[in-house]
């Protein structure tokens, strides 16, 4: 077990009823349902085939979680917190730019080492498809009272002190920040989806480019 994985993430044991991560069944059911949601999307994932997938009985799923979208929402959270540990652990070395130039590379750039295997790249592809489904509802400011989305505003929240540790004159850092991890997700859907309508290709790695130029333009213009 690597740092990443001893990281503990607090609002994840308020998402499940029970940890998943304590158990075998658990760490079966967090498995299946990144290939499932992966594979088939939210509106098509059920409980019944995460149960199918899992070798269990759909009982036994809702004793972990009280929905798919509180599923779905403890997965967004797992890849949020994973890439704060990233940031923590690796983003902290160097002088004001090379600390942010390294951040902007583990949020942006889908070659990372976090990314090194076939479910982590599953779980990157879960969060640009189908994070939006938990973050633009109607429940949206109870689940923040709760604490549901405190670990993606702790990234942007990291992030935003970054960029003043570069440029102390930054009005808008949080704006800033948002705008580049929201986007850079963007880019990606629209590469495999709309190609029309980005110079992004699944191929090229451009959206990288594209937001480093865009964060140190805008920053030496404060």
């Not at 902290?92 to 080492?113: C, F, H, M, V």
């Not at 295997?117 to 923040?144: G, Y």
């Amino acid at each position: 077990m690597n740092l990443i994985d001893r990281f503990q993430i607090p609002v994840l044991e308020q998402i499940a009823l029970r940890n998943p991560q304590a158990t075998s069944l658990g760490k079966r059911l967090i498995e299946n349902s990144i290939i499932l949601f992966d594979e088939l999307g939210f509106e098509q994932f059920t409980f019944k085939k995460l149960a199918q997938a899992a070798a269990t009985t759909e009982a036994s799923v809702y004793r972990y979680f009280s929905s798919k979208q509180k599923l779905l929402l403890y997965l967004v959270n797992w890849y949020w917190g994973r890439l704060e540990c990233r940031l923590l652990l690796e983003a902290q070395a160097g002088d004001p730019k090379e600390r942010l130039e390294t951040a902007l590379a583990i949020i942006i750039n889908p070659n990372s080492a976090d990314l090194s295997t076939a479910n982590e790249r599953r779980l990157q592809r879960i969060v640009i498809h189908e994070a939006p489904k938990v973050l633009l509802t109607k429940a949206v400011d109870n689940d923040h009272q709760t604490g549901y989305h405190q670990t993606y505003a702790d990234v942007v929240n990291f992030l935003a002190k970054l960029v003043l540790d570069y440029q102390p004159n930054c009005n808008f850092t949080q704006m800033l920040v948002t705008t580049i991890l929201e986007g850079s997700l963007q880019q990606r859907f629209f590469a495999q989806h709309l190609p029309e309508v980005t110079n992004c290709s699944e191929q090229e790695d451009a959206v990288y480019v594209f937001y480093k130029q865009l964060l140190f333009k805008y920053l030496h213009h404060e």
